[in-house]
C-alpha cells in the first residue's frame, strides 16, 4: 500500500467515523459506488486524474452520484477528493468504506464472527468457492446465490457484505475478500481479530478467558474465532494481526524432531 493510499484511507475513515450513520442504507450505496466506478474506465480515470484539481474530480462525483443520500455523496466528495497510490487503490478505499459502514450500520450484530463463519463454509467448499470465485457467470448471479446461502443463518450486515464481494472480486480470492471484510469490521469496532486453532472446541467459558487474557495483552477488546484441526493434537495456536502464538502439541513435536534431525 502506496503512502498516498494510506493517507486517503486515514482521511476517509475519519470522515465515516464522523457521519452519522444509522442503519445499511449508506453502506450499500458505497458498495454501488465502488462497482459504478470499477465498471466504467471512463467514470474511474475522471475521479483518479491527478492532474485534475480535487475540486474537478468532486464536481463529477456530486454529479454522478447525486442521487444519493447527502452523507454518502459527501463520502465519496472526500475520497475522490484524496490522491491515491493508483485507480484500483481508490475503488478498494470506497469499498473499505463500505464495509466500515456496514459495521457501524449494524451495531448489535456479530458481523466479524458471522464473516468468519461464512469464510471457514467457502473454505470447506471448494465447488462453492470455485462457483463464486470464477470470472465466468453472472456478478448479480453470484450475490443472489450468497444471499440464498445465509438467509436465516446471517444478518442482514453481513450477508449485504459477502453478497457484494462477490460481485467484485477484481481479482482476489473469496476467501481472502471475507477476511479482509472480518478484520474492517473488527476495526472499524476497536477489535482485534483472534483466530485460534485447537484440536477440540473451546466451551464458552474457555473462549471468555482466553479473550479476556487476549484483550489485556493487545489493550483492545479481542473476538476470538475458534477453527477446530485435529492436526494440533494439543494446546492452541493463536494467530492475531501479524503476531503468531503457537503452543500446539504438534509444534513441539516438530521442534523436537528438528534438534533431533540436526
Request: hydrophobic residues 50%; charged residues 25%.
Amino acid at each position: 500500500m502506496g503512502s498516498a493510499t494510506t493517507q486517503a484511507l486515514a482521511t476517509t475513515t475519519a470522515e465515516l467515523s464522523a457521519a452519522s450513520v444509522s442503519d445499511l442504507s449508506i453502506a450499500r450505496e458505497l458498495f454501488a459506488a465502488a462497482r459504478e466506478i470499477a465498471d466504467s474506465a471512463q467514470l474511474s480515470g475522471a475521479l483518479s486524474a491527478w492532474g485534475a484539481p480535487a475540486a474537478a474530480r468532486a464536481q463529477v462525483a456530486r454529479a454522478v452520484f447525486a442521487g444519493f443520500a447527502p452523507v454518502t455523496v459527501q463520502l465519496l466528495v472526500t475520497a475522490v477528493s484524496e490522491r491515491w497510490s493508483s485507480t484500483e487503490d481508490l475503488i478498494s478505499g470506497i469499498e473499505e468504506l463500505a464495509i466500515r459502514a456496514a459495521a457501524l450500520g449494524a451495531p448489535g450484530t456479530d458481523v466479524e464472527g458471522e464473516l468468519f463463519q461464512v469464510a471457514r463454509t467457502v473454505a470447506a467448499n471448494p465447488e462453492l468457492e470455485l462457483a463464486l470465485g470464477s470470472r465466468l457467470g453472472d456478478a448479480s448471479a453470484k450475490g443472489v446465490l450468497v444471499e440464498k446461502l445465509l438467509n436465516g443463518r446471517a444478518g442482514e450486515a453481513t450477508t449485504l457484505i459477502a453478497a457484494q464481494l462477490v460481485q467484485q472480486p477484481r481479482e482476489r480470492r473469496v476467501r481472502a475478500l471475507l477476511n479482509r471484510a472480518l478484520r474492517l469490521v473488527a476495526d472499524q469496532r476497536g477489535k482485534k481479530v483472534a483466530t485460534v486453532r485447537v484440536a477440540a472446541d473451546l466451551d464458552a467459558t474457555q473462549r471468555e478467558r482466553l479473550a479476556t487474557a487476549l484483550s489485556a495483552r493487545y489493550g483492545a477488546d479481542v473476538a476470538v474465532n475458534v477453527v477446530v484441526d485435529p492436526k494440533v493434537l494439543g494446546g492452541m495456536r493463536v494467530e492475531i494481526g501479524d503476531d503468531v502464538i503457537d503452543g500446539t502439541v504438534s509444534s513441539r513435536i516438530n521442534d523436537l524432531r528438528q534438534r533431533l534431525a540436526g
